[in-house]
């Protein structure tokens, strides 16, 4: 029996091409235009976005990417660019890797029609997010279905949809913040994971009424396996576990929220200057809902974060790195193409 290659692909979210306001503005309308970003009807989501947001974010999220720049250029792409390379190698030449974003360049369509070129009879694709969101993982499905639904020839397609309780995801974190923790002692463990509005989850409730967005997400059944805010706390359980971490010692919340509408609570803001109020001094903090550093990990979590923790009254902020270029995520992306994504622990 004759082998042909299998195609992975793997989808992060997007940066600008570069830290200009002009190419910033670019990325934030492509991404904020998204349907499954801002849920709006598309007049209502115009008018925010081009009216709203574009013009008076572009300026102050640019200021904040040029710190974040390299001289490679945006630290999500150059570990994207890395991990399709340590990947193709690591899974050998049966395999062809490619590396898109779901914004900006390279696009889904062009890295799907390079995998189509080089003849691949399955695609299996892997979106960078652990936790699936319909803003996110969603958001890449639809894009991926969109391109294959104008192909004439549709391959065999296999999409990963979370990996939030993959042992190799967990260990990864683990061995990053165990550095840490061995080194010296924290009054407090944060993990904070990105946000999204509290409606967004409702809508993906297909019971209609199960998810209060309380401790309805303190667990994973089959009711609520795909909310997002379960899911979370369900990566901070495993994490807690095997970090060894005493109950009341941590907290799980929620970063970036944007706009005025309510997003997934709590949020991390309020925890710093709660946790800095009860005279907590030192915080090593987690950020489990992003495979690379970027712009919300460094900047917000990294110094953002840290500065508010000061502001009140905080001495030591650490920001726990991302799993990166490291070996143990090289590992995961190798297992999820080999054998698949595990739904859920035990
Ligand atoms: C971890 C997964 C992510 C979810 C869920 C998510 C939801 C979400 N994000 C916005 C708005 C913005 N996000 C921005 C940056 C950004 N977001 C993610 C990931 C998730 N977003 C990443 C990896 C990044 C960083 C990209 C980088 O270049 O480093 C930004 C742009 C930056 C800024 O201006 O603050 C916006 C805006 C919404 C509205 C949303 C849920 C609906
Ligand atoms: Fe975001
Ligand atoms: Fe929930």
Redesign the pocket.
Known sequence: MKHFKTGVLLV?????DSPETPD?RK??RE??MDGR???YPFIPRWMLVNLI?APF?SP??AK??KE?WTEQG???KIYGEKNERQLQEALGNEYVVKLAMRYQSPSIESKLDELKKAGVSRITVIPF?P?Y?S??TGSVYEEVNRVINTWQTIPEIRMVNNFYAHPLFIKGFVENGRKYLEKEKFDHVIFS?????AR?IKKGDHTGNYCKLGSCCNQISKVNQFC?RAQCFETTRLLVKELGLQEGTYTTCFQ?R??REEWIQPYTEQTIKDLAGKGIKKVLAFSP??V?D???TTIEVGDEYKELFEENGGQHWQLVESLNDSENWINLLKDLVENGQLIASK
Do not use: M, W
């Not at 992060?12 to 600008?16: C, R």
């Open positions: 992060n979210l997007g940066t600008p910033v990325y934030l991404f904020l970003v801002i849920d947001i974010r102050k999220s904040v990417y974040l945006s630290p999500l997010f936790q969101a803003a996110t994971y990105h946000g999204v509005p967004q997002y970036s944007l706009g809902a992003f690379a970027c712009l919300e």
